[in-house]
């Protein structure tokens, strides 16, 4: 038994389990495929015009008939335009357009972020969703009171206790803590100093402690583990967005897709490599064969202009081995058109797994091999294969390093106002990306992005409530 049933109550679910919104890799299939097995669907809506937001929140309700739904905004102020600033950071890309022959003076035609106001508060009042959840703080008193009307529930994030404090005092029904792990936009608000972004351990139990609402953990949470750790610290619900994101229902640029299992490959790889270094002995009776080849991805194409490099791996899982090599296994396996594998659901909760039950979820045939393409070997593991980085739009956000990054940031003092950057980038982007080169879009994903798997998004749900149950009573017996 859950043993916190508020966010259940308020917003009307089975599982205390939200899908973060993610918009620019998810559309309604996630939030009706989340929703339909018992948790918070969410639709995020900053980057969607009026029409294609109806037609989405269309389809959630006919697909997934009397579920909640939670209608996610950005609440920034939009700042006046730069000239002198853009022209600056224009400048300071100017190689990188000549490399890829971009205009940068070409308009721009990508889809920017746009702040709740009157025209997507008419269209809340018409569609009427159960929830709605805002980051970058509220909208303005006039406008929350329209919503507030409407019935809807309202969310917000907060990154830090103050933050948490601001958004109880203005009648938010529950607070999202988000802690620095999270992959996507920091929801920070009240400060734009990164140095007070603190992790989940830490922020949730204290913004749980300053507030009287139910409070939402998010940031980190991969697996029934985290979300035990959450409940205990004083959760009421979990947001994930990271562990979704290789779910078949998100709708991910190839080269975004490729970049995730290439990070996660990656952290096999680094941990088959120390296993060689301390000689381990690979000659244990139940020994599994994993496969993975994380750059044959059929659907992406991904990487054909860079040289990859063919790492054969054989993945012993003996009992005592840590549970997350296995996930991370599984993960890297499950490619689209592979067979993909789910965690056993009896996983004790001290990490170790059977590698019997290893190699059957595992699903795969033992004579293949893991391609991990070169790429990434300056990453030694997916667990530091992210950063926060304010480069794509102007605002520190977490996500997968690539080129740009590396090579302007991750933070760069000179970038435009949020939502401002993204425009400068937008023809690189393009470019590069139809040469197959992810240098230069932002690749969001949090620090648990290792324990992602590509499972549909019910099937993960469902699985993540019966784990994390199982370990919940273990603990109260
Ligand atoms: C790809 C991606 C896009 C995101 N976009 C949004 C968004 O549009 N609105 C929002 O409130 N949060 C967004 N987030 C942040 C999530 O709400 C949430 O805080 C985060 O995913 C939790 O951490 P996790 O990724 O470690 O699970 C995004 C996160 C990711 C990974």
Request: net charge negative.
């Amino acid at each position: 038994m859950w043993p916190d049933h508020r966010i259940q109550k308020l917003l009307g679910i089975e599982l205390p389990i939200i899908q973060a919104p993610m918009a620019g890799a998810q559309r309604a299939e996630l939030a009706i495929a989340v929703a339909n097995a018992g948790g918070l669907g969410s639709l995020p809506c900053a980057m969607l015009s009026p029409e294609q937001l109806r037609e989405q929140v269309a389809q959630f309700r006919s697909a997934a008939p009397g579920r909640s739904l939670n209608l996610n905004f950005f609440c920034h102020r939009t700042p006046l335009p730069d000239p002198a600033r853009e022209a600056q950071w224009k400048q300071r890309l100017a190689a990188y357009y000549r490399e890829f022959g971009v205009d940068p003076d070409a308009p721009v035609t990508s889809a920017s972020r746009a702040p709740f106001d009157n025209r997507f508060c008419d269209l809340v009042e018409q569609l009427r969703p159960e929830v709605l959840s805002f980051h970058f703080g509220l909208p303005d008193a006039p406008l929350l009171d329209r919503v507030r009307a409407c019935g809807a529930k309202i969310l917000s994030s907060a990154t830090t206790v103050a933050e948490a404090r601001w958004l109880a005092a203005r009648g938010c029904d529950a607070v999202i803590a988000q802690g620095a792990e999270a992959g996507g936009h920091r929801g920070m608000f009240l400060t734009d100093d990164i140095a007070t972004q603190i992790g989940t351990f830490a922020l949730l139990p204290q913004i749980v402690d300053a507030v009287r609402v139910p409070v939402i953990a998010s940031g980190g949470i991969g697996d029934a583990r985290g979300i035990v750790a959450a409940f205990a610290l004083g959760a009421s619900a979990v947001q994930l967005g990271t562990a979704y994101l290789l779910c078949p229902e998100t709708r991910l640029a190839p080269l975004y897709r490729a970049a995730l299992l290439r990070a996660i490959a990656a952290d096999v790889e680094a941990e088959a490599e120390l296993k060689v270094d301390l000689n381990v002995d690979f000659k244990a009776e139940s020994k599994v064969k994993a496969n993975a080849n994380a750059n044959a991805n059929a659907e992406t194409n991904a990487d054909t202009n860079s040289e990859s490099r063919t790492a054969s791996f054989n993945a012993t899982n003996e009992s005592t081995q840590p549970a997350s090599s296995h996930r991370s296994v599984v993960a890297a396996v499950a490619a689209p058109g592979v067979a993909p594998g789910v965690a056993p659901v009896d996983a004790p909760i001290d990490g170790t797994i059977d590698p019997l039950r290893a190699a059957s979820f595992i699903n795969v045939s033992p004579e293949q091999s893991i391609e991990v393409s070169d790429q990434m070997s300056s990453n030694p593991s997916a667990a530091d294969a992210t950063a926060l980085t304010n480069l794509f739009s102007g605002r520190p956000a977490r996500g997968l390093i690539n080129r740009l990054m590396r090579e302007q940031g991750p933070m760069n003092p000179a970038v435009p106002a949020f939502p401002q950057a993204a425009a400068a980038l937008a023809g690189l982007r393009a470019k590069a990306e139809a040469a197959g080169d992810d240098g230069f879009m932002s690749l969001w994903a949090g620090q648990a992005v290792a324990m992602a798997r590509s499972v549909s998004a019910a099937e993960l749900t469902r699985q993540l409530a019966t784990d994390a149950l199982a370990h919940l009573g273990r603990f109260v017996r």
